[in-house]
């Protein structure tokens, strides 16, 4: 059992910033990856970012690449979300997710866990 709990959401204004956090708790040693995903009203879940537990290595959409930065805190068991230059486009529900196995980190349903979701929206 996993647990996730986001926080770090809000109203801002477009251009500023953002940090995301997400701890985890539980039987932290089965996740291979992190991941965070994006959804709005009338739109699929998308894929942001994710980040491997045991090497570090980043993902991102293109559509987010050079604004967000994912990163970890082995120590703390929590993953971390910085977006940057904010868009309005950007307004959406973020959800912190986690997957046992190697694989595809980009497909929501590979993931196990998931956490509350935390409320991103950008004024223009």
């Known amino acids: 059992q996993v647990q996730l709990v986001e926080s770090g959401g809000g109203l801002v204004q477009a251009g500023g910033s953002l940090r995301l956090s997400c701890a985890a708790s539980?039987?932290?040693?089965?996740?291979?990856?992190m991941g965070w995903f994006r959804q709005a009203p009338g739109k699929e879940r998308e894929f942001v970012a994710a980040?491997?537990?045991?090497?570090?290595?980043?993902y991102y959409a293109d559509s987010v690449k050079g604004r967000f930065t994912i990163s970890r805190d082995s120590a703390k068991n929590t993953v971390y979300l910085q977006i940057d230059s904010l868009k309005p486009e950007d307004t959406a529900v973020y959800y912190c997710?986690?997957?046992?196995?190697?694989?595809?980190?980009?497909?929501?349903?590979?993931?196990?866990?998931w956490g509350q979701g935390t409320q991103v929206t950008v004024s223009s």
């Open positions: 997710a986690a997957k046992n196995f190697i694989g595809s980190v980009t497909r929501s349903r590979e993931y196990d866990y």
């Open positions: 539980g039987r932290t040693f089965t996740s291979n990856s």
């Open positions: 980040i491997s537990w045991s090497t570090g290595r980043s």
